[in-house]
């Protein structure tokens, strides 16, 4: 049983033994208050001990403290206004709408203690303690499609980066792509371990592609609800003349963010400094500064997870300066190239760039019977054209399987889709992978292979 259910359980609890008590006893009113008052500042003592607790630390229960702190202000407030006032009985019909009520409200400020489990990411391999900054680079040179008032393109990024190195080091950049109304943080495990490991990690926001990000001046941005539903929606019944201008659409949105950033990251790297189209809050000015000085801009892989992934794979394929990417379940979109007898075409070239993918077991077998109808699929087309291609298909997983989510928010993990081997087990041996994979084609150290069935 979670703690927001016990939580919840108890407060109700006395919420129904108040009610109860009062409707016996006909209580008045002012009895009826300091009653109200004493389970309210009971219930906070129990919401401050479960947060106090080594085991309930890692709940998020601020929300419930607050509205409980609230509650229990407003009480008495109306107890101090009205202590010389006599105001009859207690009705019971009110009694009950009075318990009704706030068990509602319990329950609302509980959400984030049933919804998230407080997760704070999984053990890292490396000797590098973690820091953590982040800028919002501004491309002059498009406009946001999805803004009306012709503002410019801007593309969040966030840094993970080890804290302290040697004079003179400097270690490989890997940026990374989320995926479909994602968001950066979606791969924090991964990240942690490849910055704990000696690399600079740059996780970027697609506004209105990201389930929420900031904008220059500190506005929320939350994802385009046009773009969400479409994505969530995604079937052949479109037709593909149809799915084949939503991918275009979404592929040059998206590289064109990605290869804006991995630019101006490159730049300012070889200068030292942040220029024109770099916004940086003065707190993390330093350590902006720090996470650039400390990167290879020689040295660069791409990654991403799903509709990120497929951003990596197709920037990977139009830039001469990527040592090695990775798609984390994604179909590879930018490989389809127009439409021919009422289906998709896939390229037929050569990739050269190392490329390693990892798919969720449903879609792995989903592809093993569209293959045998005949069809031509573009994650299996690259990978055989790929100099260095490597496909890592994981059992027992689902698409959300190869992100933090279902470890942050079993619920939400589930609701989206998350298999039924243990996402830390999967979450680890990806990471483990991912690692070796850029220590091989970033770092030069070693020679990568994968089994193809894991």
Request: proline content about 3%; aromatic content about 10%.
């Amino acid at each position: 049983m979670s703690m927001g259910l016990i939580l919840f359980i108890i407060m109700a609890a006395l919420e129904i033994a108040l009610a109860v008590v009062s409707c016996r006893e006909a209580a008045d009113k002012k009895a009826w208050r300091r009653n109200r008052l004493f389970v309210r500042l009971a219930e906070i003592a129990i919401a401050v001990c479960a947060i106090l607790l080594p085991f309930g630390q890692k709940w998020r229960l601020t929300g419930l403290l607050v509205t409980l702190a609230v509650l229990a202000f407003i009480t008495a407030l109306v107890i101090l206004l009205r202590r010389n006032k006599e105001e009859g009985g207690m009705s019971r019909g009110r009694t009950v709408r009075s318990c009704v009520m706030s068990i509602i409200l319990i329950g609302f400020a509980l959400v984030p203690a049933f919804i998230f489990t407080g997760y704070k990411g999984l053990p890292v391999s490396g000797k590098y303690a973690v820091r953590e900054t982040s800028a919002i680079l501004v491309d002059s040179s498009r406009t946001d499609p999805f803004e009306s008032d012709g503002s410019s393109r801007e593309v969040p990024v966030h840094f993970y980066y080890p804290e302290t190195a040697e004079s003179g080091e400097r270690f490989p950049l890997v940026v990374f792509s989320h995926g479909a109304f994602g968001y950066y943080q979606s791969n924090t495990s991964t990240y942690m371990e490849l910055a704990s490991n000696g690399y600079v990690v740059a996780a970027l926001d697609h506004p209105h592609h990201a389930f929420f990000t900031r904008d220059t001046d500190g506005k929320t941005v939350i994802v385009d609800m046009d773009f969400m539903n479409t994505a969530m929606n995604l079937s052949n019944d479109m037709g593909a003349e149809k799915l084949y201008a939503l991918y275009t659409d979404w592929m040059a949105l998206r590289t064109a963010d990605m290869g804006f950033a991995v630019d101006a990251i490159k730049a300012a790297a070889l200068t030292g400094t942040v220029g024109y189209g770099w916004s940086v809050p003065d707190k993390n000015a330093d350590d902006v500064l720090t996470a650039l000085g400390l990167t290879d801009a020689a040295k660069i892989g791409l990654m991403g997870h799903s509709m990120g992934g497929a951003t990596s794979v197709e920037l990977g394929r139009t830039r001469n300066d990527i040592a090695a990417v990775i798609d984390l379940d994604g179909t590879m979109l930018g490989e389809y190239t127009g439409v021919e007898d009422g289906e998709l075409t896939v390229r037929n070239e050569a990739y050269a760039v190392p490329v390693l993918e990892f798919n969720n077991w449903e879609s792995y077998n989903d592809t093993e019977e569209y293959l045998a109808e005949g069809h031509v699929h573009p994650n299996v087309q690259l990978i055989g054209h790929a100099d260095a291609g490597f496909s890592v298909n994981v059992r027992g997983t689902k698409h959300m399987d190869f992100t933090d989510l279902p470890l942050l928010s079993p619920f939400l993990g589930n609701m989206l889709g998350s298999g039924e081997r243990d996402t830390k087990e999967t979450l680890t041996l990806v990471n483990s992978l991912v690692l070796k994979f850029f220590d091989c084609y970033l770092k030069g150290e070693g020679v990568f292979t994968a089994e193809s069935i894991l």
